[in-house]
């Protein structure tokens, strides 16, 4: 019998997308009602119920608990779903920009940068957090210009040309940190303490901070996932078509830098999401890009909330870096990809 051939889906089906969204839920239930301060869970869902137009109930929490639950853990979970939607949306819109099933958000530089803004801040003893939170998105930022810059030099803004100023750049950004720390070898602890990744928030202000550049970073990817799917059969073929690939590519890849830098400006570096969220989502739902990026942002927070949840629990009332617990996750599965990809 001969082997049909799956073919990708034009169109996003309803029922992955609410297994997603029944995830990102049950996930984001579980962060609030668990953590190292223990709150009734039937109270914690009466107080959430309470806050909608049109319920009046009351939780039973006492204030200093209702303080714990809107202060500090619903910030939490929202940061870490935007956080991960965000990284798992651009590493989805990089593998299909540079047909790289491999490429994650950090490819143009972005954490180099991000890393260097970071410890620039800290070792000149800045404790601001919201200094930190600019030095690094400026950072990020900086970095993608540059590798933009010496792609443009290079020959163009194709992929291979892109990926290769990249390298290049991230090497000399995490070449300057290096010096930038032995100068300032007191501050090692903490820079590292950064680069682990961590989503410690000290209320809304992260949030707030980081949901317009989420709310542009997904209108911009959601707008041209068909555009992807187009970038997927080559340059040449997609000009054939009448769509510049070059401009639609610096589009969505600018998008999903912007995105980047924002997240890794609030949470540090958490790595492995932008490539085991999508790379799920091509397993379950092929390997159309109007379906992968509606369901690898979903995915992604209910990936990271998930991860988020065991690095405040697993060895409570101590905490994990975020990026350990996704580096547990990301480096198995990475290798499993490699194996398949070597198998095929």
Known sequence: MQAVERRP????????????????????TAAVALGPVSLPFSDVMRELLSRLPGISIESGLSEREAAILWELRVPRVALAGLVGALLSGAGAAYQGSFRNPLADPYLLGVAAGAGL?????????????????????????????????????????SAVTLILAGVAVASFFTAVQTFVQQLSSDTVREVFS???????TVGWAEVWLVTPFAVVTAAVLLMHRRHLDVLAVGDAEASSLGMAAGRVRLIIVLAATLGTAAAVSVSGLIGFVGIVVPHTVRLMTGTSYRTI??????????FLIGADLLARTVIAPSELPIGVITAFVGAPFFAVILRARRAG
Do not use: C, D, E, K
């Not at 950064?194 to 410690?200: A, K, N, P, S």
């Open 194 to 200: 950064w680069i682990l990744g961590r989503l410690t």
């Open 117 to 157: 803004g970071a410890t620039l801040v800290i070792s000149g003893g800045i404790t601001n957090p919201a200094a930190l939170t600019a030095a690094a998105f400026v950072g990020g930022v900086v970095a993608v210009v540059i590798t933009y810059a010496a792609g443009r030099i290079g020959g163009g803004s």
């Open 293 to 302: 990026i509606p369901m690898s942002l979903v995915a992604g927070g209910a």
């Open 9 to 28: 889906s034009g169109r996003l089906r309803l029922r992955p997308l609410t297994l997603a969204v029944g995830a990102l839920l049950l996930a984001a």
